[in-house]
């Protein structure tokens, strides 16, 4: 299994729209095949840190879900209006 820890820092003023936005793609995610888990965490300590965590069976599925067009347009709309930084772990 593959498990992706995507790290999002956001303006105070684009933070709405980033969850939203980190909403819709948990949603569709979620309905893939190889998708483990996939959730939202909001930081108790710094506002302007959300984080998606995600579990893929295996590499192909992952690979399948980075070519989605819910993922390529979510994603490239999240990295508008914030800062992304990405943890992989195989386990």
């Not at 959730?39 to 980075?66: G, N, Q, Y």
């Amino acid at each position: 299994m593959i498990r992706l820890n995507v790290f999002i820092q956001v303006e105070k003023s684009c933070r709405d729209k980033a969850l939203d936005i980190a909403r819709k793609l948990t949603e569709c995610s979620l309905k893939e095949p190889g998708c483990v888990a996939y959730d939202i965490f909001e930081s108790s300590t710094r506002p302007d840190v959300l984080m998606i965590c995600e579990t893929w069976k295996d590499a192909d599925a992952l690979s399948i879900h980075e070519q989605t067009a819910h993922f390529v347009s979510y994603v490239g709309k999240m990295k508008e209006l914030s800062e992304m930084k990405l943890e992989k772990f195989n386990f």
